[in-house]
C-alpha cells in the first residue's frame, strides 16, 4: 500500500523509531562494516553525515530487532553499547569552580556512571543472559565493585540500572546543593575502578563469555576537555578483547588526541579513522552506490514503485540539451585527436556539460537543474544535504496534490519544473543566510568574519562561473587547492573556513596532487551555492589552484579572483 | 518599590540604566550599591557609571564597582560569591536591578542571595524602543553554575525557550540540546509596536524547525505580576517526570525571573544562557515604565 508520508524524512537518528533505523539504513559503501570488529574506531564528519545512525544501528537494541525481523536468534559475539554524550549531563559546568585535579575526577565520575548505566541497560534487554550464571557470585562481585550494597528485591540488572542512576542524582544533588557554595564530590569512580570491572562481570555470564563489549560513545565533541583526554587514555589501552571504543565526532581538529597522562593517541596505532563524508565525483563512486541504494529503500519503505532516477527524473529538454553539447563537443574531438577513445571520451567528459552552459542564450533563464544525479551532487557528500531538498520536493508535490482537482494518489515522482524551483529556492535561501545570518548563527563569527565569508564565497562564485564560460581547461572544476600558503595568511583563512565548515558552506578533504604524487587538502564549497550562480554542480574531478594571497584579497577586500590563462595555471599546479 | 538594605546593579550604556538606576536608588535609598560591568564593555559604560557613582554620593550610599569578564564566566561566579558573602548580611533586603544585567549574572546573583539568606526584590526598566539589531557572534550556550539542575541519564531533553527578538539564538539553543521537544514561549500583549511581528518571525522560524525535532508555541506575558511563571509551570508539568527539562529566557528580563522560582520548585530543572560577544551601541532607545517585584 503506496503512503502519502514523505519518505525523506531527515530527523536526526535518536528521534527515528527503532523499524525505521533499519529501514533506512545502508551497509554498503559507507564503511560501517569496520564497526563490527574489535578495533577502536573514531568516524568523523559534519552534523547529518550519519555517524549517528552507523553506531545506532550497530547498538544491542536494535541489532536484536534485526535478528527477531531476520527470524533468528540475535549473535552474542559483538553487542554494541550505545553512549549519547550530548546530555545535560556532559554540559554541566560546575567542574569549572573546582582546581583542576577534581575537575577531572567529577568530569571522568559522570562521564563513567553514564557509561556504566548503558551497560547495564543493555545487559537486561539481552534474553537469557543469566542463564547458567551465579547470579549470587554476581551480585557479590559487583557490589564489590561499587563497595555499596545493591537495592534487594530488583533483578540484577534493573538493581544496577538504578544504582548507577542513584549514584548519578546523587552526585549531581550534592554538587549543586543550594545550601553550599562547594563544589566537591568524593565518593567518585573511574574507569579502571568501575566500567572495566562491570564488563569483566558480564563475562562471567556462560551466555557472554566470548562476547566484545563495543563502547559506541556519539557526539564525543560535547564531552568537556578532562573527559575527553580520559576518553582518549581509555582508547589508548593495549587489550582490546573485552571492549572497544567507536566514538564519532564532528572534526578531529575539534577534539585533543592527548590523553590524561599528556601522551596522544595516535591514528593506526591506537584507532582507525572513517570520514564519514565522502568525495563524490561520479555515480559510480562509493557515495553515489549508497545515495542510490537509500533513497531506493526509502521510496521502496513507501510503497512508491519507483527507482531514484525514475522518481527524479532529467528534464527531457535538458536531456536534449545535453545530447546535442555532446555531438558537438564530440565532433570537435574527433577533429582534434582522431581515432584515440580515450582521448575523445576525456574532451567528452570535460567539455560537454561545459558547452551546454556556454551556449546558452545570455536571455534565457537560469538553466534546468533535475535529475537524481544532479541532487547527489548537490548534497557535496553529506546525506542530510541530499534528504533536505528531496524533503521539500516532495513536500510540495503533496501541497499541489491537495489543491489540484482530480490531481490525488500517491507521489509517483517529482517533475523536473519542481526539482528546479525547489533547488532553485534552496540555493537562494543559502545565500541569504550567508549575508543575513551567518554572524549571528555560528559561535565564534564576527560581523567582521560573516562579511568575509561572503565575499569569499561569492568571489568564489564568480571566478568559477568565468571558468565555465570561458576557461579552456578544467572549465567545470569547482573546488580548489591553495598556493603561495604563509603561516599568516593561513591563520587568517582557517579562521574563517573554521567558521565556513561549522555553517556546513565548505567542506575540506585530503586527495592526491598532481605534485610528485603528494596528498593535499582540498576545499569544497557546497554544491548547492552554484545553481543560484547559475553553475554547474556538477563539477569535474579537478581542482584550481588559488593563491592564499588572492584568496585573502577576496575575503576581506572583495577583490575578484583571476582566471588565468591556461599557461599560468599549469605553472600554478606546481606551486608549493 | 520597597527600600532596600542593597542595590545589586549591571552597568550598561542605555539610557534607560542611567535614568532607571537614579530611580531606584532614590525610592530604595541603600546604604550599598554593588555594581558591576563587562571590562570589554569599559569604555561604552564609562560615562553612566560615573553617573551612577555621583548618584550615590548625592544619596549617600557606599559604592563599591566590580568589573567582570565577558570571557570567564567561573571567574564572574566566584567574584559575585565573594563579593556578596563581604557585602551583603543574612536577612537583609536586597534589589537587583535586572534592567541591563545579563541573565546568567541574575541567576547567578540570584543564587548567592538565596544562599545567603537574604530577602530578594527586583526592578526592571523598558526601553522606549529596540534598535534593528541586538546582539551579534553567538558563543556556545552554557549551564548556569550550580543551577545545572539534575540529569536523569535514561530521559530525552526538553527544552524551555522564552524567545526574545533574536531568532537565530532560540536556533542555537535548539541545535545545541538537540532536545527531542521544544517548548517555545512568545511575548504576548506587548507595549513594543514592533513585538507582534517580530513573535511572528519566531513562529515562522519554530515552523522550520520543526523539521528538526518537534516544537510546540504557547503565549506569555512576562510583564504579568507573576512574570508568566504560572503559564511556563503548565507547559512544563507534563514533562517533569519523563523528560530533563533545560529552560532558557531570551524574551523580556523578568521571564528570567519566572524561570528562577520555577528551578526552585523542580530543581531538577535546568537554567541555560546563550552568551553573545558582541552587542549593538543602539541596543535600545529612552525610557518607559518600570516592573518591580519580589524574587
Known amino acids: 500500500m503506496t503512503s502519502r508520508k514523505n519518505p525523506f524524512e531527515y530527523l536526526g537518528a535518536n528521534d527515528l523509531p527503532p523499524d525505521m533505523i533499519l529501514d533506512y539504513y545502508v551497509e554498503d559503501f559507507n564503511y560501517s562494516r569496520f564497526i563490527q570488529s574489535n578495533r577502536n574506531v573514531l568516524l568523523v564528519g559534519e552534523r547529518g553525515c550519519g555517524k549517528s545512525m552507523t553506531l545506532l544501528y550497530n547498538s544491542w537494541a536494535i541489532q536484536q530487532r534485526k535478528a527477531e525481523l531476520d527470524g533468528h536468534a540475535p549473535s552474542l559475539d559483538l553487542i554494541g553499547i550505545y553512549v549519547p554524550c550530548n546530555t545535560p549531563l556532559t554540559h554541566k559546568g560546575e567542574y569549572q569552580l573546582c582546581d583542576r585535579f577534581q575537575a577531572q575526577v567529577i568530569s571522568e565520575h559522570h562521564l563513567v556512571l553514564s557509561i556504566a548505566f548503558r551497560i547495564a541497560e543493555t545487559l537486561a534487554r539481552i534474553p537469557n543472559a543469566l542463564d547458567g550464571a551465579d547470579v549470587d557470585r554476581l551480585r557479590d562481585k559487583i557490589e564489590f565493585v561499587f563497595a555499596k550494597e545493591m537495592p534487594s528485591g530488583a533483578s540484577l540488572f534493573d538493581g544496577l540500572m538504578e544504582f548507577v542512576e542513584r549514584e548519578s542524582l546523587e552526585t549531581q544533588r550534592r554538587i549543586n546543593d543550594p545550601k553550599t557554595a562547594e563544589v566537591a564530590y568524593n565518593d567518585t569512580y573511574t574507569f579502571s575502578s568501575l566500567v572495566a570491572p562491570l564488563l569483566g562481570c558480564a563475562r562471567l555470564m556462560p551466555a557472554l563469555a566470548r562476547s566484545h563489549f563495543m563502547l559506541l560513545i556519539d557526539d564525543a565533541h560535547d564531552l568537556n576537555e578532562h573527559q575527553l583526554r580520559s576518553l582518549n587514555s581509555w582508547i589508548a589501552y593495549r587489550d582490546h578483547s573485552l571492549f572497544s571504543f567507536k566514538v564519532a565526532l564532528a572534526s578531529i581538529g575539534k577534539a585533543s588526541l592527548r590523553t590524561s597522562s599528556g601522551g596522544s593517541i595516535l591514528e593506526g596505532h591506537d584507532y582507525t579513522r572513517l570520514n564519514m563524508v565522502q568525495p563524490f565525483h561520479n555515480e559510480a563512486s562509493d557515495f553515489g552506490r549508497f545515495a542510490g541504494q537509500m533513497i531506493a529503500r526509502r521510496l521502496d519503505k513507501c510503497g512508491i514503485e519507483a527507482t531514484p532516477d525514475t522518481f527524479f527524473p532529467v528534464s527531457p529538454q535538458l536531456l536534449a540539451d545535453l545530447k546535442k553539447s555532446e555531438e558537438t563537443v564530440r565532433a570537435e574531438a574527433i577533429a582534434k585527436y582522431g581515432d584515440d577513445p580515450r582521448k575523445v571520451s576525456d574532451h567528452v567528459y570535460k567539455y560537454k556539460r561545459a558547452h551546454y552552459f556556454r551556449s546558452r542564450s545570455t536571455k534565457a533563464n537560469r538553466p534546468e537543474y533535475s535529475g537524481f544525479d544532479t541532487l547527489v551532487f548537490l548534497s557535496t557528500g553529506v546525506i542530510r544535504n541530499l534528504l533536505q531538498p528531496c524533503y521539500w520536493m516532495y513536500d510540495k508535490m503533496l501541497s499541489l496534490s491537495g489543491q489540484a482537482e482530480g490531481v490525488q494518489g500517491p507521489i509517483r515522482g517529482i517533475p523536473p519544473s519542481i526539482q528546479t524551483e525547489i533547488i532553485l529556492d534552496r540555493s537562494r535561501s543559502l545565500w541569504d543566510w550567508l549575508r543575513d545570518e551567518l554572524g549571528q548563527s555560528i559561535e565564534g563569527c564576527s560581523s567582521e568574519d560573516a562579511g568575509r565569508c561572503h565575499q569569499l564565497l561569492d568571489q568564489l562564485a564568480t571566478h568559477f562561473r568565468e571558468r565555465l564560460l570561458h576557461h579552456k581547461s578544467e572549465p567545470r572544476a569547482v573546488s580548489f587547492t591553495i598556493s603561495g600558503r604563509t603561516d599568516d595568511l593561513m591563520s587568517k583563512l582557517n579562521h574563517l573556513f573554521r567558521i565556513l565548515r561549522e555553517a556546513q558552506l565548505l567542506y575540506i578533504r585530503s586527495g592526491s596532487a598532481k605534485d610528485k604524487g603528494r596528498r593535499e587538502w582540498y576545499y569544497i564549497p557546497n554544491r548547492m551555492l552554484w545553481p543560484e550562480r547559475g553553475l554547474d554542480p556538477h563539477g569535474q574531478h579537478a581542482r584550481v589552484s588559488l593563491s592564499a594571497a588572492e584568496l585573502w584579497a577576496a575575503a576581506s577586500e572583495n577583490r575578484p579572483i583571476a582566471v588565468r590563462d591556461e599557461a599560468a595555471e599549469l605553472k600554478g599546479l606546481f606551486d608549493e | ?295
Not at chain 2, 542595590?7 to 534607560?16: D, G, K, L, P, T
Not at chain 2, 540604566?17 to 564593555?41: K, N
Not at chain 2, 538565596?114 to 530578594?120: A, M, V
Open chain 2, 1 to 295: 518599590m520597597n527600600e532596600s538594605d542593597s542595590i545589586i546593579a549591571f552597568a550598561s550604556w542605555e539610557e534607560r540604566f542611567r535614568l532607571g538606576f537614579d530611580q531606584i536608588v532614590r525610592t530604595a535609598q541603600p546604604s550599598q550599591v554593588l555594581l558591576y560591568y563587562f571590562e570589554e564593555y569599559a569604555d561604552w559604560t564609562s560615562d553612566n557609571r560615573t553617573h551612577a557613582l555621583n548618584t550615590c554620593k548625592t544619596s549617600a550610599s557606599e559604592f563599591i564597582e566590580q568589573k567582570l569578564s565577558v570571557a570567564t564566566p567561573a571567574d564572574n561566579w566566584q567574584r559575585i560569591r565573594d563579593d556578596l558573602r563581604v557585602s551583603v548580611t543574612p536577612g537583609s533586603r536586597v534589589t537587583v536591578d535586572l534592567t541591563t544585567m545579563p541573565r546568567e549574572i541574575i541567576w547567578n546573583v540570584f543564587w548567592m542571595l538565596d544562599l545567603i539568606g537574604c530577602r530578594i526584590d527586583y526592578s526592571y526598566f523598558r526601553p522606549a524602543g529596540y534598535g534593528d539589531w541586538l546582539s551579534r557572534e553567538p558563543q556556545r550556550p552554557r549551564l548556569i553554575y550550580k543551577l545545572s539542575g539534575i540529569t536523569r541519564l535514561k530521559a530525552r531533553t526538553a527544552l524551555v525557550v522564552l524567545a526574545g527578538y533574536d531568532v537565530d539564538r532560540t536556533k542555537q539553543l535548539m541545535a545545541f540540546f538537540e532536545p527531542e521537544i521544544t517548548l517555545l514561549g512568545l511575548q504576548s500583549l506587548d507595549k513594543d509596536p514592533t513585538n507582534d511581528q517580530r513573535m511572528r518571525k519566531q513562529r515562522e522560524q519554530a515552523e522550520r524547525f520543526s523539521q528538526d525535532g518537534r516544537v510546540e508555541c504557547f503565549s506569555l506575558d512576562a510583564y504579568a505580576p507573576d512574570c508568566g511563571e504560572e503559564i511556563v509551570g503548565q507547559q512544563i508539568v507534563g514533562y517533569l517526570d519523563s523528560h530533563n527539562i533545560v529552560m532558557s529566557s531570551l524574551g523580556p528580563k523578568p521571564s528570567a525571573v519566572s524561570l528562577y522560582r520555577l528551578h526552585r520548585k523542580h530543581r531538577a530543572t535546568a537554567l541555560a544562557y546563550a552568551p553573545s560577544k558582541e552587542f549593538s551601541r543602539e541596543y535600545s532607545r529612552g525610557f518607559g515604565e518600570g516592573v518591580f517585584g519580589s524574587v
